[in-house]
């Protein structure tokens, strides 16, 4: 049985997973850098990259202990190449690069969007392709189609903010800290989600493109009206996360109909909301739509995913090089580019 180490630190969490070549989770374990960021509202990529170089390997030897596995039962290395912060990518990168000549094993570089596609890959219930994939997190919302081949299609993006992005921000406004999508979330439990009027910016047009900078805006702007009682915060968090659950749902729904593709697979740390996850049910449910939701760790960044996509390349023999770069910017249509040769 083939068993692929994986390492994640695109962002602010340091992510190490073992998976065989089942599917099955050997391992998997995070470090998150999040309390360090606290203090300055987001992440600062050089104090990220010094707190990786810290984590990883530490980090490294507790997964393997909690497979009870050693370094020689590893078949494979791989390692987020793209899209992410340089320094943190660099870290992960070179360290499974390190690996991958030590050890004489294969390297798979990972384009971090493809694993949040993947991230519920081998799961009984997972889509059979084509289908569609909304991604939602801190860096990145967009649609996709992903077809047979692992072959993945732009449909639309956002054209400023992330859909995470908007939450963080408001949430800044807020004092709610960061990262505050899931702070949001709490306080929106006993908030009334149709006491601020939010005009979803491009609803209905033919495109699948989405703007959240308005949304943002705008609720700044009745912050700034608004006595910060807690009924008042409440009610904007509902009314915030159910405007931006509402635009990511409506432009699924439009872009699942327009393909003819009748199924849809969530990624990405936003689909850690309940809101957007149940507001997606139901109008999966409306429109005969099949509905894949990843379990909730595995929407966040973790190597869980990363290790996924790695085993598909695995089976497929195609694999990177010690040529292969690292990339802050790489669109998903072009993550072949990281893999360079046929089997070593
Ligand atoms: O995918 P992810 O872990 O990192 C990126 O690649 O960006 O996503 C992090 C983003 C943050 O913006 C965070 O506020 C948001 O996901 N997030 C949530 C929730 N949990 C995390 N947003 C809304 N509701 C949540 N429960
Ligand atoms: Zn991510």
């Known amino acids: 049985m083939k068993r692929v180490l994986a390492i994640e630190t695109s ?26 960021f606290k203090l300055f509202g987001g992440v600062v990529p050089e104090m ?28 494979a290395v791989a390692a987020t190449f793209a899209p992410g912060l340089i320094g943190p990518l660099l870290v992960g990168a070179q360290f499974a690069k390190g690996i991958a000549l030590a050890r004489n094993i294969p390297l798979i570089a990972v384009h971090h969007l493809e694993g949040h596609v993947l991230a519920g890959y081998f799961l009984p219930d997972f889509p059979k392709a084509p289908f569609i994939s909304l991604i939602a997190s801190g860096g990145h919302s967009a649609l996709y189609l992903c077809d047979e081949h692992f072959s993945i299609e732009l449909l ?52 699948f493109n989405f703007s959240f900078s308005g ?15 807690d009924t008042s915060k409440a009610d904007l968090c509902a009314s915030v ?7 990511l749902s409506e432009r699924a729904m439009r872009a699942c109909k327009s393909r003819g593709i009748y199924s849809l697979v969530l990624g990405g740390g936003v689909a850690a909301n309940t809101r957007l996850r149940t507001l997606l049910e139901q109008e999966c449910k409306n429109n005969d739509i099949a509905l894949f939701l990843p379990p909730k760790r595995h929407c966040t960044d ?21 040529k292969t770069d690292v990339r802050a910017t790489l669109s998903i249509g072009q993550k072949d580019c990281l893999y360079h040769t ?3």
């Open 11 to 36: 962002c602010d969490d340091t992510a190490i997973a073992i998976v065989d070549e089942r599917g099955t989770i050997l391992s998997d374990v995070i470090y998150s850098q999040v309390e360090e």
């Open 48 to 75: 990220g990259s010094r707190a990786h170089i810290e984590q990883i390997l530490p980090l490294t030897k507790r997964c393997f202990e909690e497979a009870n596995l050693t370094i020689k039962d590893i078949d």
């Open 156 to 207: 639309g993006e956002t054209l400023d903010d992330a859909a995470g992005e908007a939450f963080d921000k408001i949430g800044r406004a807020l004092g709610l800290g960061y990262p505050a999508g899931a702070k949001i979330e709490k306080y929106a439990e006993h908030g009334d989600p149709k006491r601020f009027n939010f005009t979803i910016a491009m609803q209905r047009e033919a495109h």
């Open 215 to 229: 949304l943002k805006t705008k609720a700044l702007r009745y912050l700034a009206e608004l006595s910060h009682d």
């Open 241 to 247: 996360q159910e405007a931006i659950a509402s635009a």
């Open 302 to 322: 973790n190597a869980v995913m990363i290790a996924k996509v790695a085993l598909l390349r695995l089976q497929k023999g195609l694999f990177s090089d010690m």
């Open 342 to 344: 046929a089997l070593p």
